[in-house]
Structures are given as structure tokens and as C-alpha cells.
């Protein structure tokens, strides 16, 4: 039996407001973006997006990938709040608590990537990492737009059970695998190459940051 908890009912008008901007986004990218966005939604399956950034010399951060990094702040941001405020009715009414939590995402994201850069440079391989965060930011892009209807249950549906966002959260641990697993795939000969320190900067940069994350919250 799954336990329940008792949801605290919240005013859904602004949140209503940021899926209306989501899929402004959206309809944007793909007006400026039209067979771009239609490979990007198969990237994980194919190779022909990544194979036209690469005939096209396109950096990592462009205006395509900025407009759905802004999506999958967003979603990220949303799903967020209804599992803090899930979690702890009481911080409903906290001032600013989407602001805060939105704010919290972007400014990891932006200070890993710097630091991942930095990290690149020290030990020589920033072409490997160059190629590891144009995975990894797509896949997180692609995943932003896949919790926009799981966001859209949570916020208009009245669910009670703790297992909805366990799932949630075990599903985005098993699609960074995956993606994990793509890119080893791919770039295997290149990686081998410098096992060792992507191994290091696995372990410093993605995992350290989780599991530093995971305690702040748990206390």
C-alpha cells in the first residue's frame, strides 16, 4: 500500500501562465527552427542532429539549444515546486519559493558548466567534454519538454500518493543512464582514450553535485 499525504490546494493561475510561456517557447523554437527541432526530437535515436551541428561547426550554447535550456528551466522549476510544496505544505505560502527554487537551477547549471570548462582546460580535454555537454545539454532539453504533460497531471490533478514523483524522479535517473550509455557509445574511442580523467570528471561534476543536493534536502 502506498502512503498518502494530505495536498494543501494551491492557486494554479501563474503556473497557468508559465505553461502558456513554455509552449510560447516551444512554438518560437519551432518556427525558427523547423527541421532542426524535428531531428532534435529524435536524438536519442539518431545520429543526424548531432551529425548536422557537426557538419554545421555549431557550438554547444546557440540560440536553439538557449531557447529550450529556458523550457527545461521551466519544467525543471515547476515540477520542483509542486514536489517541495507536496513535501512541505507549509512552505505553500513561502514568498518567492518558485523564484528561489528556478533561480537555484540556473545558477547550478551555469556554474557547473564554467566549472566544467575550467576543469576541461586544466586536464586537455575539452573536446571530449566539449562533445559530453552536447549530449548531455540536449538530453536535458529533450527531457524538459517531456515533463511539460507530466507537470500539467501534477498541477491539475488531484493525486495523493508520494509515489508519483519517486517515479518521476527514478525515470530521470534511468534516462541519464541511458544517455550515459548513448554517449559512451558513440564516443567510445575518444573516451577510452582518456578514461581516467572522464571517469574524474564524472565523479566531480556529476555525481558529487547530486549527492551534496540529495543531503541538503534529506536534512
Given amino acids: 500500500m502506498f502512503t498518502s499525504v494530505e495536498r494543501t490546494v494551491i492557486s494554479n493561475d501563474w503556473l497557468t501562465l508559465l505553461f502558456v510561456t513554455t509552449l510560447c517557447l516551444l512554438v518560437v ?3 525558427l527552427f523547423r527541421k532542426k527541432f524535428a531531428l532534435f526530437l529524435g536524438f536519442l535515436f539518431s545520429n ?3 551529425n548536422q551541428a557537426i557538419a554545421k561547426q555549431e557550438k554547444t550554447i546557440n540560440t536553439f539549444t538557449s ?4 523550457v527545461q528551466v521551466i519544467s525543471f522549476s515547476i515540477f520542483g515546486y509542486i514536489a517541495v510544496t507536496f513535501f512541505r505544505p507549509y512552505l505553500v505560502d513561502a514568498q518567492f519559493l518558485f523564484v528561489k527554487i528556478s533561480s537555484f537551477i540556473l545558477f547550478f547549471v551555469i556554474i557547473r558548466y564554467i566549472l566544467e570548462k575550467i576543469i576541461a582546460v586544466i586536464l ?4 571530449y567534454i566539449d562533445a559530453y555537454n552536447f549530449h548531455k545539454i540536449n538530453a536535458r532539453n529533450l527531457f524538459g519538454l517531456l ?3 507530466v507537470n500539467l497531471v501534477l498541477v491539475y490533478y488531484d493525486y495523493q500518493h508520494k509515489i508519483v514523483f519517486f517515479s518521476v524522479i527514478i525515470i530521470f535517473l534511468s534516462y541519464n543512464l541511458i544517455v550515459l550509455f548513448l554517449l559512451l557509445k558513440n564516443y567510445q574511442k575518444l573516451i577510452i ?3 581516467f580523467y572522464f571517469i574524474l570528471y564524472l565523479c566531480a561534476l556529476e555525481i558529487a553535485p547530486y549527492l551534496v543536493i540529495y543531503k541538503l534536502l534529506i536534512e
Wanted: aromatic share 10%; glycine share 0%.
Fill in 48 to 50: 543526424e542532429y548531432q
Fill in 124 to 127: 586537455e580535454i575539452e573536446p
Fill in 29 to 31: 523554437t519551432r518556427l
Fill in 147 to 149: 515533463l511539460i504533460p
Fill in 67 to 70: 531557447l529550450l535550456f529556458l
Fill in 193 to 195: 582514450s582518456k578514461l
